[in-house]
């Protein structure tokens, strides 16, 4: 079983990927303002279903590579710090969009639609691939019990995070869109904790060592 100290920092992480504008966030959010909040929850299903395909695929692979290739774990310490440092750099960079800087004049999508967008916005998101690829294996441990296990653990932690700051943003899209508009110290404030934690992150990651 993954320690809570470990299990508290990989949520951290989570937390702060689902909090990071991407894809599936200017998705959820443009689909709000212009639609509704029932089409943003509709989508929203879908995104949470395309984080399970990732988990499932992610955990079945994890378990075999780290078990057959020796250096595995190095190549994605390496790869899992880097890219921390690039999220790192995209929070911090003076004209990186703001967090509701997005479109709002999307077309109207039947109920099957909106979901099959929110699911294949998520499953072609390289965003949340690298995440669980590049994070996963630094908290993984043999002692700790079984990979896969550990792996749906990680998993289950990092979904039910994004589903909540999710949830949350599509039913107070409107309202905190009008919130960010006119308050520009919390985006400038939001966006350097972001890159601050990240950054921490990315030096742990990097200066970790298999155990």
């Not at 299990?7 to 937390?15: D, M, P, R, S, T």
């Not at 639609?35 to 988990?55: D, K, T, W, Y």
Request: proline content about 5%; glycine content about 6%.
């Amino acid at each position: 079983m993954i320690p809570l100290h470990e299990l508290l920092l990989f949520a951290l992480a989570a937390l702060i990927l689902a909090i990071t504008p991407g894809p599936n966030m200017v998705y959820l959010i443009s689909r709000t303002l212009s639609q509704g909040q029932r089409a943003g929850l509709l989508s929203l299903l879908g995104v949470i279903c395309g984080f399970l395909f990732h988990i499932i695929l992610v955990s079945f692979g994890l378990t075999a590579l780290l078990f057959t290739v020796p250096y595995a774990y190095a190549v994605l310490k390496w790869t899992g710090a880097l890219y921390l440092v690039y999220l790192a750099f995209q929070a911090l960079k003076p004209n990186s969009k703001g967090l509701f800087e997005v479109e709002k004049s999307l077309k109207k999508d039947s109920p099957s639609k909106l979901f099959s967008i929110g699911f294949l916005t998520n499953v072609l998101n390289p965003k949340v691939a690298v995440f669980y690829l590049s994070l996963f294996p630094q908290f993984i441990k043999p002692a700790y019990g079984a990979i896969f296990t550990q792996s749906l653990t990680l998993g289950i932690t990092q979904l039910s995070l994004s589903f909540i700051v999710n949830f949350s943003i599509v039913l107070f899209a409107a309202k905190l869109a009008t919130f960010f508009q006119k308050q520009p110290l919390w985006v400038k404030i939001q966006k350097w904790f972001m890159g601050s934690v990240l950054l921490f992150l990315a030096a742990k990651m990097a200066l970790s060592k298999a155990k």
